[in-house]
């Protein structure tokens, strides 16, 4: 899942060009990125199926991503500011590909556990070093382009989503369709290497602090928590509750979270248009709206396409919830916005942490259907927390 690092950059001289070939390659490295998630995503009903997990066990599993992000984030912020968002971002994005094998080839539980909490360290590691990179990028020139990496991310997820839910379809062996598919974002990760700034220093600037938040950031804080709670559920339970639940086959599963990315994207495009027509607090509201009746309507019309209409519908609602509140955090304290930014970031990422075993807990006792309805709850508390948003 993607967080915002440190605000602050290197500065540039006045009349330096935009450093498009530096945007190419950050749009490539956070493709890559969403591209891995979109990998895992598919594979989960099958991985569940193949180790006889059922819904408790497997949110156990999951937990090892929250948990390994919450260690990659402040890892990622000492390892920057030592070496440079340039160096670590370079070496995270080269490694975070093999990374995501780990779980899908897992013969146990417990190697699946360790895997996948390896893959969330690597998220974590490349999300702040790639946000870090993308700062400074943004910063030479001189608008706000942030909004095209994230979206970058997100179609990332979306294209890996759909050509892993064809391949699942085909013959191949699990280990020679994960080959095909991690490969490629090596390459990328590769090329991408040769156009990431190198006159930048920002050793000792990126290190990204989890300070104890201010009273004033935990509302901020717990609205993100809900929002990631939503957000996480998408990338662990969508494949499974259309494969498990529904009966639905492995390409229409992973268009579960393929549908989630597309409208992300899409409401991130138009995030920035839609805040200055209506405003922060307007936008917030409607998107824990779009989110819950989502959820409502995947869960009460169990059928394959009105669920994929409803996982769009979370997608939009959530496309623009942590920008928005990352936002208000940095407003707190406009003289170091980046340590209120970090505060509410480490509050919001405990949602993937307590996400899936909330979900899978409620699931194990009940159903899955009742677990996913705890993120319609949580998109409604961030509907009603958007009063605290200003405009």
């Known amino acids: 899942m993607e967080q915002l690092p440190e605000t602050a950059s290197q500065d540039s001289p006045p009349d330096q060009r935009p450093p498009r070939r530096a945007r190419a390659a950050v749009l490539a490295v956070f493709f890559v990125n969403g591209a891995a998630l979109g990998i ?74 360790i895997g996948l909490f390896l893959f969330g360290f690597g998220n974590g590691l490349l999300d702040v070093a790639m946000n870090t990179h993308a700062v400074a990028v ?51 990760s590769l090329l991408a290497m040769r156009g990431y700034l190198r006159d930048l220093d920002d050793r000792g600037r990126g290190a990204l602090g989890i300070s104890r938040p201010r009273k004033a950031l935990l509302g901020f804080g717990l609205l993100a928590l809900c929002a990631l709670i939503g957000e996480g559920a998408m990338a662990d339970w969508s494949a499974v509750y259309l494969y498990s639940e529904l009966g639905a086959g492995s390409t229409i599963a992973a268009a579960g979270f393929a549908a989630f990315s597309l409208t992300m994207a899409i409401g991130r495009a138009a995030g920035d248009r839609l805040i200055r027509r209506f405003g922060r607090s307007a936008l917030l509201r409607w998107s824990g709206r779009a989110g819950a009746a989502g959820m409502a309507l995947a869960l009460v019309i169990a059928e394959p396409v009105v669920v994929l209409i409803g996982f769009g519908l979370i997608g939009l609602g959530a496309a623009n919830i942590v920008p928005i509140l990352f936002t208000a955090a940095g407003q707190v304290s406009p003289e170091a916005p980046g340590g209120s930014i970090a505060a509410v970031a480490g509050l919001g990422y405990l949602g993937l942490l307590i996400g899936p ?35």
């Open 357 to 391: 075993v909330l979900i899978g807990s409620t699931a194990e006792l009940f159903s899955l259907p009742t677990g996913l309805s705890l993120v319609a709850l949580a998109y409604l508390v961030v509907s009603l927390g958007a009063h605290a948003i200003r405009s």
């Open 138 to 188: 943004e910063h030479r020139y001189r608008y706000s382009i942030m909004t095209s990496f994230h979206a970058a991310w997100s179609f990332g997820g979306l294209a890996a989503a759909l050509v892993t839910g064809l391949a699942i379809e085909t013959p191949a062996a699990t280990e020679l369709r994960v080959i095909g598919l991690t490969v490629p974002l090596f390459a990328a």
């Open 40 to 113: 895992w995503v598919p594979h989960i009903p099958l991985v569940q199926v193949r180790l006889g997990l059922g819904p408790g066990a497997l949110g156990l599993a999951l937990l090892g991503i929250g948990a390994g992000s919450l260690l990659g984030m402040p890892s990622a912020g000492v390892l920057v500011g030592r070496w440079g968002s340039r160096q670590v971002t370079a070496a995270a994005a080269l490694v975070f590909p093999a990374f995501v094998a780990l779980p899908i080839l897992a013969p146990s539980l417990t190697v699946l556990a």
